[in-house]
Nanobody, 117 residues
Framework: QIQLQESGGRLVEPGGSLRLSCSVF????????FGWYRQSPGKERERVGG???????NYADAVKGRFTISKDNVRKTVYLQMTNLRPEDTAVYYC???????????WGNGTLVTVSR
């Protein structure tokens, strides 16, 4: 059983930076690809980006150039570094993995990021 726990969300001013963490418990961390998603009030959950087992990353156009995903196989943690934050980045951010072999859906409880003055 895999459990994911996000942390790091808080209120930040526009233009600011923030790093979210996703701690992973259970399973074999190095075998999993991970994704970051977000959901704003009244909107569907959208994919922010992801990282493969080999460390290759991909991003949604809305965050490309501003957000960076990384992982630490020793700490079993996935990170989402966010810079130049905008009010439209306000959302609950979730970590996800399909496990190994892929086919399941594991989600954390999310962490709230609010971008406002």
């Amino acid at each position: 059983q895999i459990q994911l726990q996000e942390s790091g969300g808080r209120l930040v001013e526009p233009g600011g930076s923030l790093r979210l963490s996703c701690s992973v418990f259970g399973g074999t961390f190095s075998r999993y690809a991970f994704g970051w998603y977000r959901q704003s009030p009244g909107k569907e959950r959208e994919r922010v980006g992801g990282i493969t087992t080999g460390g290759t990353t991909n991003y949604a156009d809305a965050v490309k150039g501003r957000f960076t995903i990384s992982k630490d196989n020793v700490r079993k943690t996935v990170y989402l570094q966010m810079t130049n934050l905008r009010p439209e980045d306000t959302a609950v951010y979730y970590c996800h993995t399909a496990g190994y072999p892929a086919g399941n859906n594991y989600w954390g409880n999310g962490t709230l990021v609010t971008v406002s003055r």
